[in-house]
């Protein structure tokens, strides 16, 4: 995607080789910078700290994580201790533990003389998989978009939760992918933004990916997506995925299970967006065993914005003393799920449904 007429990646490495640059999203909307990472523990740092995050970005830069670290120790211990200190940066995206998987597998192959290169090839891959990913997903899903535009006049009005955009990924982004394909082929589309409490990731970095292209949107808070479904005002819901069930599943940012429940009150057809590395084949009860992050209150308690002199400023919101929860996900079970969106098309959110499109995956009866 492209700020200010300038193609960028989330993700890439410097001409050096010896690191790779990112975009620090935790500086925006307001400022757009690029941050250097040049050590296992800077990757690490990163994913934990939220300066990148989105589940298939968050699984790149594990994958370069773990190629830096070869550069510090190529040992077969070396690639235990990168793995173990990335795995445990953000525990509920699947992508992450994928993308160490399969890296580390290939590095326990190869001569340690041929770690390092191998493993930053490796990752320029998984990158560039994603990116090929993300805009078949795009396709596929503007074809659902396409649809419900010719059967009404007006853009079709789209509700997304969260960030899952190109700043989740490596590029076009994957809920909001089908939305900027549809857009740039003449499909007339307007996205409602919820703001994401409690890090407000639609209102700054969603609405920050669509102001860059150009496509209409407004930014709602989170309780207000019902009663626009009540009225008639939302086509149609597309969120993103940090891990989906081998049933159908679909664990996203915190909210997403009351934006399901108040679409399928008003059916409204509610739709996850998602590479095959967000499929979590293992697992069949999404509710019960899907690890739930919990994090630092602070993101509760306070709020970081720019003050009208242009200053940044965070501010306390929360009453001294009171206790404060923060699960940052949530899980919103199959039946609640219209469609799938893969790279490989859109299927029911069921076994059955999953298998037609990875029939590889298919377990023996």
């Known amino acids: 995607m492209k700020i200010d007429g300038r193609h960028y990646r989330t993700i890439f490495p410097e001409a050096d ?32 700290t939220m300066v990148v995050r ?13 190629a830096l670290a070869m550069r510090e120790d190529p040992s077969d211990g070396g690639i235990e201790r990168a793995c173990t200190t990335l795995a445990a940066t953000r525990p509920t995206a699947i992508n992450l533990r994928w993308a160490l998987d399969r890296a580390a597998g290939l590095l326990r192959r190869a ?12 990752a320029a891959r998984i990158a560039d998989e994603d990116v090929a990913s993300c805009r078949s997903i795009g396709e ?42 549809a857009h740039d082929a003449g499909v007339p589309v307007h996205v409602y933004v919820d703001e994401t409490r409690p890090r407000n990731q639609g209102a700054a970095l969603t609405a920050f990916e669509l102001n860059a292209h150009g496509v209409p949107h407004t930014v709602i808070a989170d309780n207000a997506g019902g009663h626009l479904m009540q009225h008639g005002d939302i086509d149609v819901c597309i969120v993103g995925s940090d891990r989906t069930t081998a049933s159908g599943d679909v664990c996203n940012k915190i909210g997403t299970y009351l934006k399901a429940l108040a679409a399928s009150d008003n059916r409204v057809p509610f739709y996850a967006a998602l590479p095959f590395s967000t499929i979590d084949w293992t697992l069949e009860d999404g509710v019960r065993d899907i690890p739930i992050e919990e994090r630092d209150a602070r993101e509760v308690t306070h709020l970081t914005g720019r003050t009208e002199d242009g200053g940044f400023a965070t501010v306390q919101v929360v009453s001294p003393g009171s206790p404060v929860a923060n699960p940052a996900f949530d899980v919103t079970p199959a039946r609640l799920v219209t469609g799938i969106i893969t790279e490989r098309g859109v299927c029911e959110a069921s076994a059955d449904g ?12």
């Open 111 to 122: 001569p340690e003389t041929e770690r390092e290169a191998l493993a930053f090839a490796e």
């Open 54 to 66: 989105g589940a298939p970005l968050i699984g790149v830069t594990a994958a370069y994580g773990l």
């Open 17 to 48: 080789g010896r690191s790779v640059q990112v975009i620090d999203q935790t500086r925006l909307p307001f400022a757009f910078e690029l941050k250097r990472l040049a050590s296992l523990d800077d990757a690490a740092v990163a994913i934990r």
């Open 354 to 365: 999953l298998a037609t499109l990875y029939p590889e995956r298919r377990r023996a009866a």
């Open 140 to 181: 596929h899903g503007a074809k659902i978009l396409a649809e419900i535009a010719a059967k009404k006049s007006g853009p079709v009005k789209v509700l997304t939760h969260c960030n899952a955009g190109w700043l989740a990924t490596v590029d076009w982004g994957t809920a909001l992918a089908p939305i900027y394909v």
